[in-house]
């Protein structure tokens, strides 16, 4: 399959704190200004970042999200970066903390199974996470974690330029497509991504996380329906055979 080009994102002009569809307008204007200031001088770094490696090790030399001081490793990420379809969970828990990548425990498990259903596997799809270090004790990521994480994560998706975003859980969709309604009523349905990295919206679907499906099972009926909306499109893109 051939891959997207990325159109660079010029750093002449100063970067818009406020790119349409995304979480960062409501964190930061919570933020105090020294916050604001460590996110405009964190979003002007990653503008410059030509590549994945690039950003990993950006991130790794990061200190401005202190999950970083209770992790064991970051979490970057899995797959294939030429990957069309890109998948993005909430927060890495111990077992993704402990290896360095994402969705290795049960609910990596689960994923992978509901996965193979509509084709795809670790070898054809990218994941990675909305939060790169894990929270302790597995809490929910705090508005402000993950407002530092997010331009890494915007620039993330902006270099692997996927056909379609996945959101996987909550978290996940709240962060990137900012709505107000939670999870169980935007399920199943397609939303517009963009950023400032973009040059184009992505189609971005939000989905039950696995563990939720793990706590509640009798959800896996509605995961299903969204797989088969998921596949159908995969199949009306030629993205699967």
Avoid at 14 to 19: E, T, V, Y
Wanted: with cysteine; glycine share 6%; proline share 9%.
């Amino acid at each position: 399959m051939k891959k997207k080009q990325e159109k660079p994102v010029s750093t002449n002009q100063p970067i818009s704190l406020q790119p349409a569809k995304s979480a960062i307008g409501p964190q930061m204007a919570s933020a105090d200004i020294s916050s604001q200031e460590v996110f405009q001088d964190t979003y002007q770094s990653v503008s410059k970042v030509s590549d994945l490696e690039q950003l990993r090790q950006l991130l790794l030399h990061f200190d401005g999200c202190p999950l970083k001081d209770t992790a064991t490793n970051l979490v970057f990420c899995d797959g294939n970066p030429n990957a069309r379809i890109m998948f993005i969970g909430e927060a890495p828990g111990a077992d993704e903390d402990r290896l360095g990548k994402p969705f290795v425990g049960m609910s990596g498990q689960l994923l992978d199974s509901m996965i193979k259903w509509i084709k795809l596997d670790r070898e054809n799809i990218y994941i990675s996470n909305v939060i790169y270090w894990r929270p302790p004790g597995n809490r929910a990521p705090t508005t402000s974690e993950i407002a530092a994480c997010l331009p890494f994560v915007e620039k993330q998706i902006a270099l692997i330029n996927p056909s379609m975003l996945i959101l996987v859980g909550g978290i996940a969709a709240k962060a990137l497509l900012q709505k107000p309604d939670g999870i169980m009523k935007i399920r199943g349905q397609w939303f517009p991504y963009q950023n400032n990295f973009l040059s184009s919206p992505i189609p971005a679907m939000p989905i039950y996380h696995p563990a939720f499906l793990l706590r509640q099972p009798g959800q896996k009926r509605m995961i299903w329906r969204d797989l088969l909306t998921i596949e159908d499109r995969l199949i009306k893109e030629k993205i699967l055979p």
